[in-house]
């Protein structure tokens, strides 16, 4: 399936790509970080464990409505995953890398 | 095209669904903040103006590595965009709304 989707991709023009990303953008699940983290099957115990912080630090960064990129891709990577910033306008979403470490 | 896709996709797994966004991921453009501006065809003055900062800390900005989220939402905001913060793990990619405002 995803090879013929990649045939399906290379004949589309940028601007059905762009259309595809949106609708692809409007379906991925949404959820705060303690959500994720629960998802994930991982306690703040654990948690603060891969970051060098205590618990209380976790409870609290999750609790946050803002911070720093980096404090935000250290908390994604202790889970196993990866942060990506995306900037998205009506013509199309572009990744932006001043960030990437 | 985009109401074909629609259907293809309304007949995908969500595992060929997770295929897809990775290969679409894969294939957005990434840039820089100020190649992002250049791109949107504006000059740090107009951004300057749009933020209520002056031009030396518009050019500040866009040499930083790292900042707070809402900093980089406003930034965006200016440009016409809006930032999406997504957090991408090997079976798939979640949108963190904790920031949203």
């Known amino acids: 399936m995803a090879k013929k989707f990649a045939e399906l991709k290379a004949r589309m023009t ?13 379906h991925l699940k949404e959820m705060p970080l303690h959500e994720l983290r629960k998802a994930q099957q991982l306690s703040q115990a654990s948690l603060a464990k891969a970051l060098n912080i205590n618990q209380a630090a ?30 998205t306008f009506p013509d199309g979403q572009v990744k932006i890398d001043n960030f990437a470490c």
Do not use: F, H
């Open 14 to 26: 940028p601007e059905s790509l762009a259309d595809a990303e949106q609708i692809l953008q409007q």
């Open 58 to 87: 976790v409870s609290k960064m999750e609790r946050r409505t803002d911070m720093y990129i980096s404090t935000l891709r250290d908390y994604i990577r202790a889970m196993g995953g990866e942060l990506e910033i995306i900037a």
